[in-house]
């Protein structure tokens, strides 16, 4: 709590009186307000286009352009989980889980038009885009995100997932 009270510019014995509940609650508090915005524009992209894969690419750079304009955001919720309380961590796979869950909806949708992928690609995907992004912010680079729409849909073979798996 001292340290978001410094961070903050306020005594800490205010910022305790203000919470009492400790400083983790509040970062997780943060964390779930943060990441269900970022979900809610994740999950209306795919409004905004027809295919499957525009979708994923709509989907993806309305996030990468969210996470470009509050980098703090896209710490709190791709890397502070990662070396974060057990907490957080629990938060995050809920939350990577929505994204997981939310493909499979919309992938069912476009059954007639693409090759359904088994839920073990999809939670791959979803992964490998976190982890990625996790790793750019972690290196300052959040403001980068949008330009590196490419690398990291790539990384995750976001826009043809159509890879053939061998054994």
Aim: glycine content about 6%.
């Amino acid at each position: 709590m001292a340290d978001l009270a410094a961070a903050a510019g306020i005594p800490a014995p205010a910022a305790e009186g203000h919470c009492p509940e400790g400083a983790a609650a509040v970062v997780a508090d943060a964390y779930r307000r943060a990441s269900g915005e970022l979900y809610g524009e994740y999950a209306a992209s795919f409004r905004l286009a027809d295919t499957w894969s525009e979708k994923l690419g709509a989907a993806l750079q309305r996030l990468l352009r969210r996470l470009a304009e509050e980098p703090a955001i896209a710490h709190l919720c791709f890397v502070a989980p990662v070396g974060g309380d057990e907490q957080l961590r629990e938060i995050r796979e809920a939350f990577r889980a929505r994204y997981v869950r939310l493909l499979s909806t919309e992938q069912d949708r476009h059954a007639d038009d693409v090759e359904l992928l088994p839920e073990l690609q999809l939670e791959m995907m979803v992964s490998i885009v976190f982890r990625t992004i996790g790793e750019l912010v972690a290196e300052g680079r959040a403001p980068e995100l949008p330009a590196l729409l490419e690398e990291i849909a790539g990384a995750a073979q976001v826009f043809e997932p159509r890879v053939a798996l061998t054994a």
